[in-house]
């Protein structure tokens, strides 16, 4: 089955960049999806297909995705977008098709 | 407003069953793919089953087909999880999530009923 992979934690200072990957095997074939979760809250979308953004989600949001990674980026990081964060792809060969990444925690520092 | 409401959870011991549903509204819940995504205890999101709009097409991850089965009441704006033969490994808070036909991104979330399983 298909495997995506990020990193366990990122860390960044408020108003710097943050770059989330998500490792996969030729994902830039594949629709990549992300998520906010914050503690004790249900997942948000905050772009979908590689790079677009649902209404009410920042610009500060963006996605970009080639050969085997993806990348969340975060521009002027504020101490709010703290939170998990999970890519997603639709897996559509195979018969379990639904899968997301182990995570990775954003701190601001 | 856009809304799924999860309900059903519980405390169930090893072996025993449970039945989660999901109430939609705020969309017409014909037009969506539901899926149900677990999250065990400080863990990561597992996706556990899809239903297409019509319940023609069924899914289950390799963790919970044969115990698990997933259905949908277009005509209620329902979905359900029938969870049998349950283990340990099942606790979770399992979410019900919608995304609609142009995108296999999950645009609407429940918030979520926790299962635990335990003697």
């Known amino acids: 089955s298909y495997v995506l992979t990020q990193p366990p934690s990122v860390s960044v200072a408020p108003g710097q960049t943050a770059r989330i990957t998500c490792g996969g095997n030729n994902i830039g074939s594949k629709s990549v999806h992300w998520y906010q979760q914050k503690p004790g809250q249900a997942p948000v979308l905050v772009v979908y297909d590689d790079s677009d953004r649902p209404s009410g989600i920042p610009e500060r949001f963006s996605g970009s995705n080639s050969g085997n990674t993806a990348t969340l980026t975060i521009s002027r990081v504020e101490a709010g977008d703290e939170a998990d964060y999970y890519c997603?792809?639709?897996?559509?060969?195979?018969?379990?098709?639904?899968?997301f990444g182990g995570g990775t925690k954003l701190t601001v520092l | 407003q856009v809304q799924l409401v999860e309900s059903g959870g519980g405390l169930v011991k090893p072996g025993g069953s449970l039945r989660l549903s999901c109430a939609a509204s705020g969309f017409t819940f014909s037009d969506y793919y539901m899926s149900w995504i677990r999250q065990a205890p400080g863990k990561g999101l597992e996706w556990v089953s899809y239903i297409s709009s019509s319940g023609s097409t069924i899914y289950y991850a390799d963790s919970v087909k044969g115990r698990f089965t997933i259905s949908r009441d277009n005509a209620k704006n329902s979905l359900y999880l029938q969870m049998n033969s349950l283990r340990a490994e099942d606790t979770a808070v399992y979410y019900c999530?919608?995304?609609?036909?142009?995108?296999?991104?999950?645009?609407?979330w429940g918030q979520g009923t926790m299962v635990t399983v335990s003697s």
């Open positions: 999530a919608g995304n609609p036909r142009f995108t296999f991104a999950f645009d609407i």
């Open positions: 997603q792809v639709w897996d559509s060969s195979s018969d379990h098709p639904g899968v």
